[in-house]
């Protein structure tokens, strides 16, 4: 393989590891802070916690990627991955375990949180020419939803067979977060494998080092997308995928078994229409796409709640996924394509701590209903949800990509 081939391969296969491990740790997350005596409130603090720390750590590593070296960041970030794994292992104290979700790299959600996205969307834009960027994104969101599908898979069934060789919920619980350590350190491997082809050129990389945040020309764009990432996250944050595993747990007493194939279908059904997604923007644009496609999903998502028995509720939930994915590459790419390449890593990483932000206020918010089964949290993100596409809209409809449709 040529050395960008090799450096895309590898990006594609850390991506599909960290997702497959943030996919097996979100089943049982909620229910292992539950476990350990921890109630509503103080999980929806620690939910916080973990999303604004991964802000914090975000936009440290990621307004430097540019300038200190891409791999070097990357390798950063998977050594805090390993030490967040391992402290949630070493102690069950709420304040040490809150500090930990501060410092570490967690993911409640099933989804990207750290670094790691914002670096790699960079690197990907320079490896590739600008007319496949979208097609490669979709493939890429493809790889680690399909892996975040098959954790949420093993997870749930592996820590429900545990239990029936006679293993403690608790002890099973415990040994995904070991396997969320070992996940850390295989992508710290990978990245050491990485080539300069990734790396921003020394000339653009002073310019970026002597701008703010890493961004010149691009700073009002990059606001604007960030306050609307922010309220787009604001509203998912209500709904992780270790909360609605909670959520199907408390309402129809799903077991660990059926989360994971519950999460499994519906993240293969996300990572399918990823690959629709770069087909309907090349025809449509990727503003058209992104609100089209995030809409009825949204209203879906209301009706979830509604349902009442445990089969209509996931198959609503199934259908919702077919298409909430559809925005994720197509964001990706509009925000690649509308910033100069020397403010990439930035821009992805700022909109990435925006959407951080976001979600980790949420969980504060929803924390009285976490342990209630009600279904406050879908009705409030759906309806966010539903304002932020008619504001991005709004705000972008006349601002088309350069690789839009004429």
Known sequence: MSPIGRDAALLFAARSIRLFAYGFLSIVFVLYLARI???????????????????????????????????????????????????????????????????GVISPSGHEVGPFLSIEQAALSQLVP???????????????????????????????????????????????????????????????????????APAEAEATGSSRFGLHRS????????????????????????????????RFGASEGTLGSLFFGANLMAAASSLMAHRIAARFGLVNTMVCTHLPSNVLLILVPLMPTLGSAMALLLVRFMISQMDVPTRQSYTMAVVAPDERAAAAGITGIARSVGAGVAPVLGGAFLLTGSGVPFFVAGGLKIVYDLLLYRAFRRRPAPTDPA
């Open 130 to 200: 600008d007319q496949q960027r979208t097609r490669v994104f979709a493939w890429y969101n493809l790889a680690g939803t399909s892996a975040t599908a098959l954790g949420a898979l093993a997870g749930g069934w592996l820590t429900q067979l545990a239990q029936l060789r006679g293993m403690t919920d608790l002890e099973a619980y415990r040994g995904l977060l070991a396997g969320y350590a070992v996940a850390g350190g295989m992508l710290g491997l990978l990245f050491t494998r990485l080539s300069p082809a990734i790396e921003v």
């Open 219 to 250: 700073a009002g764009v990059v606001t604007r997308l960030s306050a609307l990432f922010a309220l787009d996250a604001f509203a998912g944050g209500f709904v992780l995928q270790s909360v609605m595993a909670y959520w199907f747990h408390t």
């Open 37 to 103: 005596g921890m109630g509503g409130p103080a999980i929806g603090l620690l939910l916080a916690l973990t999303l604004l720390g991964d802000a914090a750590i975000s936009l440290w590593i990621t307004t430097r990627a540019d300038r200190v070296g891409r791999r070097r960041m990357l390798i950063v970030g998977a050594a805090l991955m390993v030490a967040g794994g391992v402290a949630f292992l070493l102690t069950q104290r709420p304040e040490l375990l809150m500090l930990a979700a501060i410092v």
